[in-house]
């Protein structure tokens, strides 16, 4: 069984830096895709980020792109999200997500959640 454990998520003023960990554990990720989904009170969950495992190739939401940089550490079996210059509008709770296969962008096509961690920016 495949959990996901996310941490790091917190208080920080606007233009500031957050790292979100996330271990993994139950499975050989090398051929999942690992994602950063977020979700702000009263609006739908949104994709962030997402990274396959064995290859590293990453995808970004426009609205994070040069902002956000997500990575993994395989040893570790650990996904990062680093957030830079950050603003209130990132305010969510951010969620990893794990699936087998490629199709990064869907919610729907992972099967695996992690409970969630608040990141909360002041203005």
């Known amino acids: 069984q495949v959990q996901l454990v996310e941490s790091g998520g917190g208080l920080v003023q606007a233009g500031g830096s957050l790292r979100l960990s996330c271990a993994a554990s139950?499975?050989?990720?090398?051929?999942?895709?690992m994602g950063w989904f977020r979700q702000a009170p009263g609006k739908e969950r949104e994709f962030v980020a997402a990274?396959?495992?064995?290859?590293?190739?990453?995808y970004y939401a426009d609205s994070v792109k040069g902002r956000f940089t997500i990575s993994r550490d395989g040893p570790k079996n650990t996904l990062y999200l680093q957030m830079n210059g950050l603003k209130p509008e990132d305010t969510a709770v951010y969620y990893c997500?794990?699936?087998?296969?490629?199709?990064?962008?869907?919610?729907?096509?992972?099967?695996?959640w992690g409970q969630g961690t608040q990141v909360t920016v002041s203005s």
């Open positions: 139950g499975r050989t990720f090398s051929s999942y895709t």
């Open positions: 990274i396959a495992w064995s290859a590293g190739s990453t």
């Open positions: 997500a794990a699936r087998i296969g490629s199709d990064y962008y869907s919610s729907r096509r992972y099967a695996y």
